[in-house]
T-cell receptor, first 110, second 117 residues
Framework: KQEVTQIPAALSVPEGENLVLNCSFT??????LQWFRQDPGKGLTSLLL?????REQTSGRLNASLDKSSGRSTLYIAASQPGDSATYLC?????????FGQGTELSVKP | GAVVSQHPSRVICKSGTSVKIECRSL??????MFWYRQFPKQSLMLMAT?????????EQGVEKDKFLINHASLTLSTLTVTSAHPEDSSFYIC?????????????FGNGTRLTVT
């Protein structure tokens, strides 16, 4: 059974710092991996999608990497801003369904 | 970009009543939609896969008679929580794929906060 783990569960950083969020999964038979952002009481916003054949994707200050063989992905956020404060979720697509990690709650202090 | 609208955003109901939640894809057709449940500080748990024109596929442990799903058109799926009880209180989120389930991103609604008193 696929299990997705995110470390750390919570992270607090000062504004301007670069940071890395980690995601690991136990079964490498995935179609893709997605990173999402969730604001309190809201739905999910898709940030990046990495296909299983890809190694990384970039969007603005965000860079996500994927190492399928080791079951790991990282989300790198450059020059963090208070507006980046949210919960970040990774999810793997297995058989057309998304299996989520429990998220990392990020707080960026001004 | 692809937009998924979920309604209502919040609902409070009395124990024993039924509540219907709508999920609409506004600018694309979605053959498949998904319904998730999220408890506070926890991840999303997939409840069921909703397929247009056919019966929904429920995940293990999810009561299909309690959580009725109807996907009558390519832009609308509904989740009805029947005979709701306080333990059904949760955050329900739907998602839809605008293309291939294996390669395209999923788009999510803003969720529905259900409180059963």
């Amino acid at each position: 059974k696929q299990e997705v783990t995110q470390i750390p569960a919570a992270l607090s950083v000062p504004e301007g710092e670069n940071l890395v969020l980690n995601c690991s999964f136990t079964d490498s038979a995935i179609y893709n991996l997605q990173w999402f952002r969730q604001d309190p009481g809201k739905g999910l916003t898709s940030l990046l999608l990495i296909q299983s054949s890809q190694r990384e994707q970039t969007s603005g200050r965000l860079n996500a990497s994927l190492d399928k063989s080791s079951g790991r992905s990282t989300l790198y956020i450059a020059a963090s801003q208070p507006g980046d404060s949210a919960t970040y979720l990774c999810a793997v697509n297995q058989g057309g369904k998304l299996i989520f990690g429990q998220g990392t709650e990020l707080s960026v202090k001004p | 970009g692809a937009v998924v609208s979920q309604h209502p955003s919040r609902v409070i109901c009395k124990s024993g009543t039924s509540v219907k939640i709508e999920c609409r894809s506004l600018d694309f057709q979605a053959t498949t939609m998904f319904w998730y449940r999220q408890f506070p500080k926890q991840s999303l748990m997939l409840m069921a896969t909703s397929n247009e024109g056919s019966k929904a596929t429920y995940e293990q442990g999810v009561e299909k008679d309690k959580f009725l799903i109807n996907h009558a058109s390519l832009t609308l799926s509904t989740l009805t929580v029947t005979s709701a009880h306080p333990e059904d209180s949760s955050f329900y989120i739907c998602s839809a794929s605008e293309g291939d389930l294996y390669n395209s991103p999923l788009h999510f609604g803003n969720g529905t906060r259900l409180t059963v008193t």
